[in-house]
């Protein structure tokens, strides 16, 4: 009698802690979906970074770049932000092929930071990684000959530990590369006209409207927002005035892919990726970008429509939950197109756009295999005295690069653009056929990476590669090399400037 009602309750208490746990799990389910379809109210034009304005010297184009606090209006009074040359983001930097830049960059905050130009081809002193400390009130000048394909890259902070930070709270611009001989005239080049850089960022707030950087629930990636920015404009419009309009995509994100897209199911032209234009253009419906890459497409728009640029649910490939826990199954409004009621022509986008020299597997003297997996990357965290390369200036090699965990990582090479050569051993999607710097990792699938390491060595000053996840990066998920001369032995790396970064 007695073990009888001890057993009804205690059937009772296990029945009541299933219900519970059971509400918990569909509750934690559902809450990592975030879907803002339909439900953004494009009330504000689309910002426009301005062209930064440079001056020649001596024969080199000057910039200058002020790292400040500021704040900025992301539709919720004045949100306290860092910026260059203003409160949030900084001005479109742009350069042709074949000059020399200098970029004063200035430290106007009070912590330490560091100016990388992602994708750029440079002298390891120039690279602005996490050597190249900028101190508070301090400036930094590096100098470099611009010399590669015309392509849409971009500057961020690169500080060991801090760069998600510096980065989420707006120290992010763009750089274009012109180059008449690996652009097309026929697509669209009128910047803020018909050729529109979208500095693509998820922000998250707390109660008081101050950006929340804090990691999302499970997902182990960072920071996961739920309100979109584009070029720091929330609810963003763009007035398109041509037939067809160029968009140029970047990633500026800390953690979230996005999958872009229209809801009509429109089809674009994907024309450039990382490190500048295909070889053809190829007729897409979507486009994947992980944190830090970039695409070009080209939409074609009619007189007086409305669309709206959109993020997808994206196959991560790391699992039911590990998708769901890492924003892969979010959709976001991102930008509405407004088209006008008489549009100025503007040509069919070519098929053939430029040619790309095919990098060739018989050239490589060296390959290598990067595993990454937790905060490491073949087993190795980051170490700011540690080489992990030495690859000859002059030399192609082969990077076989693979994610061995659950967690969505992807890969970004300092200094070099590469060339996907196999995916899982099969040649790559169009979207990997041109020159990259940056590809994302779906778990267990080999990408054998192709790249020259011209022009530059220094033994003594490191590039970096890493996982451009930026939380992953400031875990660890980061390593060195360094481009030595042909027969050269790589060097030691002074980490004076570890030290220095350890003590500020
Ligand atoms: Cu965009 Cu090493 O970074
Ligand atoms: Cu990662």
Redesign the pocket.
């Known amino acids: 009698m007695r073990l009888r009602r001890v057993l009804a309750i205690v059937g009772v208490v296990v029945l009541l802690l299933c219900t519970v746990c059971a509400g918990a799990g569909v509750w934690i389910w559902n809450a990592q979906v975030i879907s803002t379809a339909d439900q953004v109210d494009f009330t504000r034009p689309l910002a426009v970074p301005p062209l930064a304005p440079s001056r020649m010297v001596d024969g080199r184009r000057v910039f200058d770049l002020k790292a400040q606090a500021g704040e900025h209006d992301f539709g919720r009074g004045a949100t306290p932000t860092w910026g260059f040359n203003g409160g949030f983001l900084g001005p479109t930097l742009r350069a042709v092929r074949g000059e020399q830049v200098v970029v004063n960059v200035t430290n106007a905050l009070d912590q330490t930071t560091t100016v ?1 130009w ?1 994708g750029m081809h440079l002298p390891a002193e120039a690279d602005g ?1 996490p050597h190249q400390l900028v101190q508070p009130g301090r400036a930094w000048s590096p100098t470099w000959k611009v010399d590669q394909p015309a392509a849409t890259l ?1 500057y ?1 902070p ?1 500080l060991h530990g801090e760069t998600a930070g510096h980065v989420y709270r707006g120290l992010a611009g763009m750089f274009l590369v012109d180059d008449p001989a690996t652009s097309v005239d026929a697509l669209p080049h009128e910047y803020g006209v018909d050729d529109i850089p979208l500095i693509v960022q998820d922000k998250k707030f707390d109660g008081d409207g101050e950006l929340d950087d804090s990691a999302s629930f499970l997902g182990g990636v960072g920071v996961l927002g739920d309100t979109v920015a584009v070029n720091g404009t929330v609810g963003p419009y763009l007035d398109v005035t041509t037939e067809r309009v160029r968009l140029r995509l970047l990633n500026g994100s800390n953690a979230r892919s996005y999958e872009f897209g229209f809801p009509d199911g429109r089809r674009f032209a994907l024309v450039g990726t990382d490190g500048g234009l295909l070889e053809a253009a190829y007729d897409l419906d979507r486009i994947m970008l992980s944190p ?1 890459e970039r695409a070009e497409i080209v939409v074609t728009v009619k007189p007086g429509e409305r669309t709206v640029l959109r993020s997808y649910p994206q196959a991560l490939e790391t699992g039911l939950l590990g998708d769901r826990f890492t924003g892969g199954a979010d959709t976001l409004d991102i930008l509405q197109l407004r088209a006008a009621g008489t549009l100025a022509p503007r040509p069919a986008v070519p098929q053939r756009l430029v040619a790309i020299p095919k990098l060739n597997r018989a050239e490589a003297v060296q390959q290598r295999p990067f595993k990454l997996s937790g905060h490491a990357i073949n087993g190795k965290q980051m170490d700011m005295t540690r080489v992990d390369a030495a690859p000859e200036r002059g030399s192609v090699e082969i990077w076989k690069v693979v994610n061995n965990d659950g967690t969505p990582h992807n890969f ?1 090479i ?1 200094d070099v653009q590469f060339q996907v050569l196999t995916q899982g051993g099969a040649a790559p999607p169009p979207q990997l056929s041109g020159w990259k710097d ?1 590809v994302y990792l779906p778990p267990n699938v080999t990408f054998e990476l192709i790249m020259r390491f011209s022009d530059y060595a220094d033994a003594d000053t490191p590039y ?1 590669f ?1 996982c ?1 996840v930026l939380y992953h ?1 400031d875990a660890g998920m980061m390593g060195q090399f360094v481009v030595v001369p042909p027969g050269g032995q790589p060097g030691v790396i002074d980490h004076a400037s570890h030290l220095a970064h350890a003590g500020h």
């Open positions: 990388h992602h990684g971009w961020h690169h830090g970004h300092h940056t970096m890493h451009h990066e």
